[in-house]
Every structure is written in C-alpha cells, then in structure tokens.
C-alpha cells in the first residue's frame, strides 16, 4: 500500500503560482540574511528551476510579501550606480509559514506533551474571531 502524504498546513502564502517563488525568496532571506531585491534575485536565479525568471517577477512577490506583513523594509543601501535600494528581512510571521508548511500535524501532536498543547490551543482560541 503506497504511504499517504503527511498533514502538513497548506498556507495561502505557498499556494497557487507563486508557491514556488515564496519559498525561494523565503529560503534565500532566511540563509542569507537581510538583503536588496537585486541580491535576492541573482540567488533566485541560482536555484534549480529558477534560471529564467526574471527580476520584474522577483520585485512583485517581494513587494506583495511585504505588504501582506510576511518581509520588512529595514532600510538602504546606496548601490553603484548611485541609487538607493531597500533591505528586506523576514518577519517571525514567514519563519513560522515556512515551519507550518513543512510540519507533519499528526506527528506533531502525538509528540507534544499537555502544556505545550494548552498554550497552543490558548493562543488560538484568543487569535479566533468570534462566530
């Protein structure tokens, strides 16, 4: 019998077209540190599957990650050719994305004692709006 594939939460943020540049551009800032969008997409572009993307495609999926409060502007730098380029960071919201998507559920409660499991259910009864 083929074994089943594992519960892992399926974030709106790595769904769809964009999944895939998500998580590349999440890897890259985890690994690498704050960077520009230049430095994000040459890394980009030396991950299997991503020779061909363009930087365009690159400078929206920051800018829409930004504004949906997964990266943070923290400031800039002056580049060669004079002009000044924003740093982006990781906010802990796109550390714990990444971890969610790659956590087994079942594995993870079979595995959490009581307290741990009381503080995760307590903050999620207080994060959930009312019916």
Known sequence: MPKSKPSTIKLQVFKGREAKLN???FTILAHKGPQTIYDVHKQVRTTRGFKHTK???VNKRVRALEESGYINRIGAKKTIAGFEASIYELYTKAYLATLLDSTDLECMLTRMNENTASA???TLMYEREPI
């Open 23 to 25: 998580k590349a551009i």
């Open 55 to 57: 930087y365009a495609s």
């Open 120 to 122: 995760i259910l307590a």
